[in-house]
């Protein structure tokens, strides 16, 4: 658990040092002005997003009963979790088809603040409607590693965050001679996504896991029912701390510059929290998950404690 919480901590450390990096040349680019809160943004909307559909309830409730499932056998394991990816792939859609209509309704939600300065308005509409399809992405690649924690496979997943860093530095460098740089960063966050599915679909081949395309493979079933059930209460908990993050935006957009410099202090309060607590919470749910199966409540003690 140690050696794994390690791997997961050297990664993270690599992620969000080119996480400050990033944020820097961010900040070199666009400083804390207008453009730069517009940018903030179209970078936030997708990720707060990400945590309720990818990282915050669903990974929470899926790889618990992923985890179990593979102490049956592999292939109840994959016939559950191709089921939820499926379901989750229709939902996402469906969600980011009616964001990209409704964006200038959930702007004046989002950054009311905005919305008495029409070019910064409108710029802020068009970076969220490129940027909102990255939501697609980074969830297919959360819940293949979720899969992936579930063996064991913890390196993978924690290195995809520095392939998101490294495409938003040097495919905006790129493609900012053949446009404006806040749309050239915005395209940077899709070609990131990209790269990061890429990626975990070639790690998820590699420790022999398989997503399957079959018949009725969405229709409810005892399993999907109960994640759907369990998902509930899990929502509304991280569904709760991104509405906070929404209603503390929303009040920022009415000062010049501060959702930019609010972003760029998140950065750094952000580095020693990764580090330590999501490293070694990252690992412990899997394996607590397969010990509360056993229910062997000795070892379950023992390993939290």
């Known amino acids: 658990m140690l050696r794994s919480g390690f791997v997961v901590a050297l990664y993270t450390l690599l992620s969000r040092i080119l996480g400050m990096a990033r944020e820097i040349f961010v900040s070199n680019l666009f400083g ?21 559909f990818a990282e915050g309830a669903l990974a929470s409730v899926f790889v618990p009963i992923f ?13 559950f979790a191709s089921k939820v990816f ?12 009616v964001m990209q209509y409704f964006m200038p309704e959930l702007m004046i939600i989002m950054a009311p603040g905005f919305h008495g300065h029409p070019e910064k308005f409108d710029l802020t509409i068009l ?27 913890f390196a993978s997943f924690a290195f995809v965050p520095v392939l998101l860093n490294l495409a938003v530095i040097f495919g905006t460098m790129g493609l900012s001679h053949y446009m404006l740089d806040a749309i050239a960063i915005s395209y940077s966050i899709i070609l990131g996504g990209v790269l990061q599915v ?12 398989h997503i399957r395309s079959t018949k009725g493979v969405v229709t409810p079933d005892k399993d999907i029912n109960k994640l759907l059930r369990m998902m509930v209460p899990a929502t509304i ?26 972003s760029y202090a998140e950065r ?22 397969k010990l509360y199966k056993t229910n062997d409540l000795a070892q379950i003690d023992k390993t939290q404690n």
């Open 268 to 289: 750094i309060y952000q580095f020693p929290l990764s580090i330590i607590g999501t490293a070694f919470g990252t690992v412990l749910l899997p394996k607590l998950s």
């Open 127 to 153: 970076l969220c409607r490129i940027t909102m399809p990255y939501l697609l992405f980074i969830s297919i690649a959360s819940f293949i590693g979720g899969m992936l924690n579930s063996v064991g496979r």
């Open 198 to 209: 890429a990626f975990m679909i070639i790690a998820g081949k590699y420790a022999n896991l």
């Open 67 to 79: 985890s179990s499932k593979l102490l049956e056998s592999q292939k109840s394991a994959e016939k």
């Open 86 to 97: 499926w379901l989750l792939i229709i939902t996402l859609i469906c969600v980011i088809l």
């Open 32 to 52: 804390s002005g207008p453009v730069a809160d517009s940018v903030n943004v179209a970078f936030k909307l997708p990720n707060l997003f990400r945590r309720i």
């Open 237 to 262: 908990s991280s569904g709760s701390a991104q509405i906070s993050i929404f209603i503390s935006q929303s009040i920022a957009s009415f000062i010049p510059g501060a959702v930019s410099i609010l």
